[in-house]
């Protein structure tokens, strides 16, 4: 069949084709789409930290992804390596604005979208400088990488939060590095 010298059955295939064109870029942004979702559904946390000159680090760890995940240690390297070369810094969280008794900072669960701020009061302040680095374990086995501390200029605000937990200090001592066992003997592990 013709129109004015032009074949009109080739219409047919071209709509063929188009169609077929169309299914397939359609099958390519569905594809796209549910990557893109897979990916932002995962547990995604990303690490900062710094500190001010009243001898305070924070750590804010953000979950940029919507499935929760566990946090299960924070280290401070005074190197940046990773498997320390040295002990890691001892510190307490500080927790209500106050030191807490325990050292470290345990597990807890962090829900997505969310952030946790933890503020770590070191044990000798003197031993932090510009080559210590925060290092954070997480639930899944991964951890972050030495990430630096960078130096404010005014005083780190807040205390110790994590989203969804209450966080009560228990345990608080006026020195608990300054405990002793019944034989006199340091017991501030």
């Given at each position: 069949?013709?129109?004015g ?11 063929t ?6 299914t397939?870029?359609?099958?390519v ?15 995604r ?19 940029r992804g ?14 940046g ?38 503020v ?36 780190i ?30 017991d501030?592990?």
């Open positions: 069949m013709s129109c010298g032009l074949d009109l059955s080739l219409l047919g295939d071209a709509a084709w188009f169609g077929a064109m169309g397939w870029v359609v099958g942004a569905v594809a796209v789409i549910a990557g893109r979702q897979l990916y932002l559904s995962r547990f946390p990303t690490v900062t930290a710094y500190r001010d000159g009243l001898g305070r680090i924070a750590v804010r760890i953000t979950n919507n499935a929760p995940g566990a946090i299960n240690s924070v280290h401070l390297l005074r190197n390596q990773w498997p320390p070369n040295q002990p890691a810094i001892p510190f307490h969280l500080e927790i209500n604005n106050g030191k807490a008794a325990t050292r470290g900072a345990g597990s807890f669960p962090l829900a997505g979208l969310t952030t946790a701020q933890l770590l009061l070191p044990v000798r302040p003197a031993e932090i400088n510009n080559r210590v680095h925060a290092v954070v374990e997480y639930g899944t086995g991964e951890r972050s990488s030495p990430v630096p501390l960078g130096l404010l200029t005014g005083a605000v807040g205390s110790t939060s994590i989203p969804g937990i209450a966080i009560g200090n228990t345990g608080t001592e006026a020195d608990p590095d300054q405990r002793t066992n019944a034989n006199g003997q340091d501030a592990g």
